[in-house]
Every structure is written in structure tokens, then in C-alpha cells.
């Protein structure tokens, strides 16, 4: 069973900090793309930022420059750096994994993380 656990979020000033963590379980995490994705009250869900197996990453412009994303593989684990944080920011975070398959990409998503930034 898949299972992905985003940890880290909560309340913050503008400009402060935070570091969401989320750990998968039942993938070969070595072999995905993990992401973040982020969707806001009356808003569709977007893309943060991801980190593919080889390590190349990619950011949503709103992020560049702010967030920073990581992975480790040894702890099947990936994070996501995010400071300068501003009230836009406010969203609920969802850890992504992906990856090519035959038919149909395996895709699997966490629950979310609510992340809160006060002006």
C-alpha cells in the first residue's frame, strides 16, 4: 500500500520560514519524480515544485529563488524549503509521486499539509 505523509506545515509571519517533509512508503521512491503542489481556497491545484529521480528540479516561477526542493533517498523523503514566505503563499501543500509506466503513470498523492502565512 502507497502511502505519502506530508509533515511541517502551519502558521507563519510574512518573510518567516518553513520546511514541509514528506515521507513515501510501498514505492521505489529512488525511481519517481516527487513534487509539491499547492491549492488554495477557490483556486485549482498547482505545481510548487519537483525534483525528478535524477535530480533535476523545477519550480513554479510564484517560488523561484523562495523555496527550495530536496530529496533523500536513503529516507524516502523529500522536503521542501520554503522561506520569504508571503500571505499567496497560503495554501494546502500535497506531496506528489510519479512515474512513467506501460499503460497509465503510477501517480499518488498525500493528504496535505495546511501551510498559513499571516501578513
Known amino acids: 500500500q502507497v502511502q505519502l505523509v506530508e509533515s511541517g506545515g502551519g502558521l507563519v509571519q510574512a518573510g518567516g520560514s518553513l520546511r514541509l517533509s514528506c515521507t513515501a512508503s510501498g514505492i521505489t521512491f529512488s525511481t519517481y519524480t516527487m513534487g509539491w503542489y499547492r491549492q488554495a481556497p477557490g483556486k485549482q491545484r498547482e505545481l510548487v515544485a519537483t525534483i525528478s529521480a535524477a535530480g533535476s528540479t523545477n519550480y513554479a516561477d510564484s517560488v523561484k529563488g523562495r523555496f527550495t526542493i530536496s530529496s533523500d533517498n536513503a529516507k524516502n523523503t523529500v522536503y521542501l524549503q520554503m522561506n520569504s514566505l508571503k500571505p499567496e503563499d497560503t495554501a494546502v501543500y500535497y506531496c506528489?509521486?510519479?512515474?512513467?509506466?506501460?499503460?497509465?503513470?503510477?501517480?499518488?498523492w498525500g493528504r496535505g499539509t495546511q501551510v498559513t502565512v499571516s501578513s
Open positions: 506528489n509521486a510519479w512515474r512513467r509506466a506501460y499503460y497509465m503513470p503510477d501517480d499518488y
